[in-house]
């Protein structure tokens, strides 16, 4: 069974960063796509950006492109999230996942219990 431990949220003032982990455990890491998601009260749950396994491209919600970078250490099974420029908007909780190649669609049914990212102005 999958396992998705998310960490490194906090609050921040606007204008700051902060640098998300997820580490995922009973999978093969180096093999999936993944992926950030995040969802904002009283919102659905939304793709935030992703890294694909076989040539790390990258690709972006357009509302983060460049504040936003996702990385991944296949050697640590950890997938990151440096965030820069944080603005109120992206206070959400942010969860990671698989994602189905080329696409923002996520793979793994289960998800992890996420980590609180609020931005005060």
């Known amino acids: 069974q999958v396992q998705l431990v998310e960490s490194g949220g906090g609050l921040v003032q606007a204008g700051g960063s902060l640098r998300l982990s997820c580490v995922v455990s009973g999978r093969t890491f180096s093999l999936y796509s993944m992926g950030w998601f995040r969802q904002a009260p009283g919102k659905e749950r939304e793709f935030v950006a992703a890294?694909?396994?076989?040539?790390?491209?990258?690709y972006y919600l357009d509302s983060v492109k460049g504040r936003f970078t996702i990385s991944r250490d296949n050697t640590k099974n950890t997938l990151y999230l440096q965030m820069n420029s944080l603005k109120p908007e992206d206070t959400a909780v942010y969860y990671c996942n698989a994602v189905r190649y080329s696409t923002r669609i996520p793979a793994f049914d289960s998800w992890g219990q996420g980590t609180q990212v609020t931005v005060s102005s």
């Open positions: 890294a694909r396994n076989n040539d790390g491209y990258t």
